[in-house]
């Protein structure tokens, strides 16, 4: 009789793979509001040339044209140099804000890839040292061998979930994390299954590792989405 641990099916795609390059006329504006100002302004600009009635434009005409109905430019330099301060300080503000948000954002990143690829290591060893372990029991080999081993996979188990609790911990419990998560808290159950599974019969043991597989997939694509993310300051 032949004892499988716990399957799951694989992912083919993240929901991560080049998710951020989607992005709508809304986010652009919202992301680009001095450049937005600007063209706002430049199409004003043309709508007052060809519609030059003082009466009907009001301040905007005393402004825009003298007293002979024409159009002076005046009032244009000065509207753009204060457009130009503005926009300067308002460019200004954000490259700080950004520039802040993308050391941080980076820093974090680092620490998680770190974790991540450490848990993904981890996991990868435990089916090998578990069916060492369940070998030499079963051959009643020497005891303590036995025991060493046991406590060798016993410390394994205990990093594996370590590291599950770390990273589920520095990622936000939300929608857009779903996936990630998921593949985390599969990938620990996968490892618990293993000892709930094989008993001391004798049973074969066998297994694939499609949670691992997918685990590496799905968070090489978050990672890489987050990290042209943090290099745009968000």
């Known amino acids: 009789m032949e004892k499988k641990v716990l399957e799951v099916e694989e992912i083919k795609i993240s929901n991560y793979s080049d998710s951020d390059n989607k992005r709508s006329l809304l986010e652009w504006i919202k992301n680009n509001r001095v450049a937005t100002v600007i063209i706002t302004f430049l199409v004003c600009l043309e709508l007052i040339q060809g519609f030059h009635n003082k009466k009907v434009l009001g ?137 709930e599974r094989w008993d001391n019969s004798g049973a074969n043991f066998s297994y694939k590792d499609t949670p691992i597989v997918n685990l590496m997939k799905v968070a090489r694509d978050y990672y890489k989405r987050e990290w042209d993310r943090a290099k745009r300051g968000k």
């Open 59 to 195: 301040f905007l005409g005393v402004v825009f044209f003298n007293r002979y109905d024409e159009f002076q430019w005046g009032g244009i330099t000065a509207i753009i140099t204060i457009i130009s301060i503005a926009s300067t300080i308002i460019v200004t503000i954000r490259r700080n804000r950004a520039d802040l948000v993308s050391k941080s954002r980076i820093e974090w990143l680092q620490v998680n890839k770190k974790i991540m690829s450490e848990y993904l290591a981890e996991l990868s060893d435990y089916p090998y040292e578990y069916a060492q372990y369940r070998r030499l029991a079963m051959e009643n080999g020497n005891r303590l061998q036995v025991i060493e081993k046991k406590e060798k996979v016993d410390a394994l188990a205990q990093k594996i979930q370590s590291k599950h609790n770390l990273l589920l911990m520095n990622l936000s419990d939300n929608e857009d994390n779903k996936q990630i998560n998921d593949c985390i808290v599969v990938c620990t159950e996968w490892i618990n299954s293993m000892p």
